[in-house]
């Protein structure tokens, strides 16, 4: 059995909260070449998306383990002391606890990871995302593994036809639940239409069992319980044969739906697919980006990236995506641009009505 584990931070932007100093990941390769070199890791790659550092390593330790979970922190907090030293913007933004305790869980680092029996053949997709929550994989991974007008293998192939189930996270309500698709999608939508709430963990097929997809589903905001950074969260899918084509899981993308974040984790704006080299925010802090490494694993040596994004076939949704920022931009500091006030990252609210005090009067 392999695993593979994406584990992510943003310890420090360049500049601002854009983009990462070449630097930093050139620190965090060494640090991941060491353990490959001890035998810890049989592969890794690491790369970047925005402001935040991706370590996406195989190995045969299995989820959750601690020496996996430490090598990603120590390498987090090396970067991060770099990062400070260069005076880069936020060093450590996303470290939020002082000491590692066993896993990287609730300390700030996003984590997606899965075990699994790797195939003769496995190509696997690596989603990562920045300035926006975790709620934004519910959209494609609904499209991806249930929706036939996405994915036309739920329909004509017969190794998919039998479906997919999705574990939907209560991230207020800390509570989990398991959906099956597609009979029970109408009930499944309700919760994973509100995105900031319920938002979708994993998906598995259902005659295999197999896992099919992770996400990492860590709000930082809730962690820390004030403002930290929105999560900018990855997902790994598992693609071909029983799951979904590569193309059918890039599909949803083409189409660049709103999502939370960009400008002070505050605001909706149009997810925007783009090549690696192409993911930094810089417009308005955005608008949001998604970027999508392709690798084909082989006896867990990570055989890529291929930069999926990076292909004249997204240039439609990268236009209507600048389009609909566009739009969404002429709102101002109006909903739906700004978002609801109970999500919004930051905000004035107490100080403004604490200074109003006594000017409010009721209604005749
Ligand atoms: C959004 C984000 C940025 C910052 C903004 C202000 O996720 O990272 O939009 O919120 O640049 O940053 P600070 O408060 O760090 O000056
Ligand atoms: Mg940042
Ligand atoms: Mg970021």
Redesign the pocket.
Known sequence: MVTLSVIKADIGGYV??SSSHPDILALAQECLEKAKKDGLLIDYHVTRCGDDLQLIMTHEQGEENERIHKLAWDTFVEGAELARKMGLY?AGQDLLADAFSGNVKGMGPGVAEMQFEERPSEPVIIFMAD?TSAGAWNMPLYKMFADPFNTIGLVIAPNMHSGFSFEVQDVKEHKKVTFNAPEEIYDMLIFIGAPSRYMVKSVSQRETGNIAAVSSTQRLALIAGRYV??DDPVCIVRAQGEFPAVGEILEPFSHPHLVE?W???SHHGPFMPVAIHESNPSRF?GPPRVTAAGFQLAGGKLVGPRDMFDDPSFDEARHMANIAAEYMRRHGPFEPHRLPLEEMEYTTMPYVMKKLEGRFTDLE
């Open positions: 601002g909260h936020g300035k950074g929105k974040g400008m002070r984790g802090d």
